[in-house]
């Protein structure tokens, strides 16, 4: 009997502590791989916000010509670009929908353009940016540039 | 007996040493969901920060009115539809300073909640209020449609517009995320 003086005290003493044990262990665990996924999901996110914003200022410059102080688009001018054309000079596979919008003094859509399709979208990046435009009764509109990026 | 007892006693430190491990483990996963928590807030802070308020408001003060209307200020102002929001904005502050009643301009200020709400997106509740600058901002000049009430996690920006007495007014954006509007 001198191997039961080394015990740990019967088996229910060891279940109690192996139970806390395990526990202890898969709560780490559980915990670490949902938080790494989150990281790289909060990750993907940061970089589709980017790649959103790139777009975004990109079509800005081209719908609003900064180099030139005072220069307003027109409604008719915006409808005519080409949204496909210049978000086609980004080297990313990525899928994207640009849409462009009138919010005062009406309200209208005034043109659109999409790459791929959204449907199996897991992680998504959306900036908009807002600029001013002539309309065709010479009014100053206020026009809305979306880009959704997945 | 002895022998027993010593065991007991060993038994009774493994189960301290597994609490004191199971007590670390959740004191681990609990600080691993606070970061997770901080990071999240600070992306969603960036999330809010789409619709910037620096960009919309500018937009909006340099656009048209749109719509022709009758002012029944002192004198009986009328309006083409093709002023600027930011030079009628400036002229009905000057007319709210000089006393006369914030209803006069009800339709104007239809006009610009209705550009803002359409700007933004319904997850936001927006509030544009303009002081006189004189270093006191207790009191709102004009709150359209009412002046921010909770703005810890709130976006906002301004502009200044000059007045006919020759102060200025400061006009600001508050977008709140935490409180959208119906």
Excluded at chain 1, 37 to 59: M, N, P, Y
Excluded at chain 1, 64 to 85: A, F, K, Q
Excluded at chain 2, 35 to 56: F, N, Y
Excluded at chain 2, 112 to 123: E, F, V, Y
Aim: proline share 5%; charged share 15%.
């Amino acid at each position: 009997m001198s191997w039961d003086d080394r015990a740990v005290g019967g088996f229910f003493e060891d279940l109690t502590v192996l139970l806390f044990v395990l526990v202890g262990v898969a709560v780490v665990v559980s915990a670490g791989v949902w938080t790494a996924q989150d990281a790289v999901e909060a990750r993907t996110d940061k970089q589709l916000g980017l790649l959103a914003h790139e777009i975004l200022t990109v079509v800005l410059s081209e719908i609003s010509h900064p180099e030139t102080p005072g220069y307003l688009p027109t409604l008719d001018r915006i409808r005519s670009l080409d949204l496909l054309g210049i978000a086609e000079g980004f080297n990313s596979d990525c899928q994207f929908c640009i849409s462009v919008a009138e919010h005062h003094p009406e309200r209208a859509w005034l043109c659109n353009a999409t790459r791929g399709w959204p449907e199996a979208a897991a992680d998504t990046g959306f900036v908009s940016g807002f600029l001013n435009a002539l309309d065709s009764t010479g009014m100053t509109a206020l026009i809305e540039v979306m880009v959704l990026v997945w | 007996m002895f022998g027993r007892s010593r065991s007991d006693t060993s038994a009774q430190l493994a189960l301290l040493d597994a609490m004191v491990f199971f007590a670390g483990a959740l004191l681990v996963t609990g600080m691993m969901f606070s970061q997770r928590a901080t990071d999240s807030e600070a992306h969603e802070d960036g999330i809010a920060g789409v619709c910037d308020p620096a960009d919309l408001l500018d937009a909006l003060m340099k656009a048209s009115v749109g719509e022709p209307m009758e002012l029944a200020t002192q004198r009986m102002t009328t309006l083409t539809g093709c002023e600027e929001i930011s030079q009628v904005l400036s002229f009905e502050l000057d007319e709210l300073v000089s006393g006369t009643p914030a209803e006069v301009f009800a339709e104007f200020n239809g006009i610009i909640r209705g550009a803002l709400l359409a700007a933004c997106t319904p997850a936001m509740e927006l509030h544009l209020v303009a002081f006189v600058d004189n270093g006191s901002f207790d009191r709102p000049l004009l709150a359209i449609p009412s002046p921010a009430t909770s703005v810890s996690v709130a976006v906002s920006s301004s502009v200044t517009l000059p007045s006919h007495w020759g102060g200025q007014y400061i006009v600001v954006l508050v977008l709140d995320p935490a409180s959208p509007s119906e």
